[in-house]
């Protein structure tokens, strides 16, 4: 089992920014991926920005250039640093890890509980 807890949300108008950070303990894969997600309301939830154990990072195309995710190997934490909000990011944000040779969805993969983020116009 993986518990994951997300901090950093919040209310911000357009143009702010606001930092996701998220912290894992538990079963860890030394060779994990590492990753937000969102969801908006009547919405699915979409792939917001991942990056794996190497550094490697991947992005929609909505949020390149304005979120920035990091990580911390050694304390198992991953950060969104999201610049330039607009009211379309609004959403539940949510962590997200899994091994690397295991699928987004299904049994090794976790999710946080979530956070809010709310961006006014």
């Known amino acids: 089992q993986v518990q994951l807890v997300e901090s950093g949300g919040g209310l911000v108008q357009a143009g702010g920014s606001l930092r996701l950070s998220c912290a894992a303990s538990g079963s860890i894969a030394s060779i994990n991926v590492m990753g937000w997600y969102r969801q908006a309301p009547g919405k699915q939830r979409e792939l917001v920005a991942t990056?794996?154990?190497?550094?490697?990072?991947n992005y929609a195309d909505s949020v390149k250039g304005r979120f920035t995710i990091s990580r911390d190997n050694a304390k198992n934490t991953v950060s969104l640093q999201m610049n330039s909000l607009k009211p379309e990011d609004t959403a539940v944000y949510y962590c997200?890890?899994?091994?690397?040779?295991?699928?987004?969805?299904?049994?090794?993969?976790?999710w946080g509980q979530g956070t809010q983020v709310t961006v006014s116009s």
């Open positions: 990056i794996t154990s190497g550094r490697s990072t």
């Open positions: 997200h890890i899994r091994p690397q040779w295991a699928p987004d969805w299904g049994a090794y993969a976790y």
